[in-house]
């Protein structure tokens, strides 16, 4: 009886035992999923470069191009001063330049022709047509020039007027000697004839009388070879020891006259850029409106459009 009642215990145990092994084990659940097992994160510092890399402007070195400016006879040395600057610092880049006057340029713009026009006077309203853009790097002063021997040292604008409309035909007239007067202009499509023009003469037109010159060294010339011519060019062509500046209702021609408003013959010169002009040639108009290129302005003879 005894041993009945051990055999029975032990095979209770040995039951329970093999319950115990049936229940899920405590601990032993499926291993934890890895703590931090997550895609790994986007390495920090290798997102791709600035877009501001991208599109930043290219190295001067690196431009490559042609740019044709054509234009005012006037306005010419100025220019290949500048592009003997701006080739120094962009040499992948061509700049011709060529003449035919302030009348050429402009319409050179307008059809597409050119990427810069080169203008010595202001533009009609009718003259700028959509898309045209006005560049001014200079304001030049139109000087009035007579033969070293005439004894005039000056006359007014309205004399000035009279002078080239006709009206006065001797220099007796003015405080000189009795002697014809010769006045001399330049060819109807410079840009200096149109100025002179408009803000000596009122924008009427000068005498039929008058000698006509197409350059303004020509004009120059023959001031210098005729005692008794006088005529008209622009302050940045002025030789004195070939002819004699004048003033103008007692106010001579200078850069400070020119910046107060004192001097009365005042024009602009300017670069000019239409729709079909290509963007390369903006690199120039930038470089002229610099103080770099302003400087150069102001080394050449003229009054600088930006005061840097």
């Known amino acids: 009886m005894f041993k009945t009642q051990i055999l029975l215990?032990?095979?209770?145990?040995?039951?329970?035992?093999?319950?115990?092994c049936g229940a899920s084990p405590a601990a032993t659940s499926a291993p934890d999923a890895p703590a931090a097992t997550s895609a790994p994160e986007a390495p920090a510092a290798t997102s791709a470069p600035d877009a501001a890399a991208d599109t930043s402007a290219p190295d001067a070195a690196e431009l490559r191009g042609t740019i044709e400016i054509v234009g005012s006879t006037t306005v010419i040395p100025?220019?290949?001063?500048?592009?003997?600057?701006?080739?120094?610092?962009?040499?992948?880049?061509?700049?011709?330049?060529?003449?035919?006057?302030?009348?050429?340029?402009?319409?050179?713009?307008?059809?597409?022709r050119t990427d810069i026009g080169m203008s010595s006077r202001r533009l009609k309203p009718e003259e700028i047509l959509d898309g045209m853009q006005?560049?001014?790097?200079?304001?030049?002063?139109?000087?009035?020039?007579?033969?070293?021997?005439?004894?005039?040292?000056?006359?007014?604008?309205?004399?000035?007027?009279?002078?080239?409309?006709?009206?006065?035909?001797?220099?007796?007239?003015?405080?000189?000697?009795?002697?014809?007067?010769?006045?001399?202009?330049?060819?109807?499509?410079?840009?200096?004839?149109?100025?002179?023009?408009?803000?000596?003469?009122?924008?009427?037109?000068?005498?039929t009388n008058a000698d006509v010159q197409i350059t303004a060294?020509?004009?120059?010339?023959?001031?210098?070879?005729?005692?008794n011519a006088i005529g008209y060019i622009g302050f940045g062509h002025i030789v004195q020891n070939e002819i004699r500046v004048i003033t103008i209702d007692d106010v001579e021609p200078s850069p400070d006259s020119a910046k107060d408003g004192s001097y009365p013959l005042l024009r602009p010169l300017l670069l000019l850029t239409g729709p079909l002009s290509r963007d390369i040639a903006n690199v120039f108009i930038e470089f002229s409106l610099s103080a770099e290129g302003q400087q150069i302005v102001v080394d050449d003879g003229w009054v600088p459009a930006v005061q840097n």
């Open 9 to 20: 215990t032990l095979m209770l145990v040995t039951v329970m035992s093999l319950g115990g």
């Open 78 to 112: 100025l220019v290949e001063q500048l592009r003997e600057a701006f080739i120094q610092q962009y040499p992948g880049i061509t700049v011709n330049v060529g003449a035919g006057g302030s009348v050429v340029g402009i319409e050179a713009v307008q059809d597409g």
């Open 134 to 207: 006005l560049h001014p790097i200079a304001l030049d002063v139109l000087a009035i020039i007579v033969h070293p021997s005439n004894p005039v040292e000056g006359i007014t604008k309205e004399e000035l007027q009279g002078i080239f409309k006709g009206e006065i035909t001797n220099w007796s007239e003015v405080g000189g000697a009795d002697q014809e007067i010769l006045p001399v202009v330049r060819e109807i499509t410079s840009g200096t004839r149109g100025a002179f023009d408009d803000v000596a003469l009122d924008g009427q037109e000068p005498t």
């Open 217 to 227: 060294s020509e004009v120059e010339a023959k001031v210098a070879s005729t005692e």
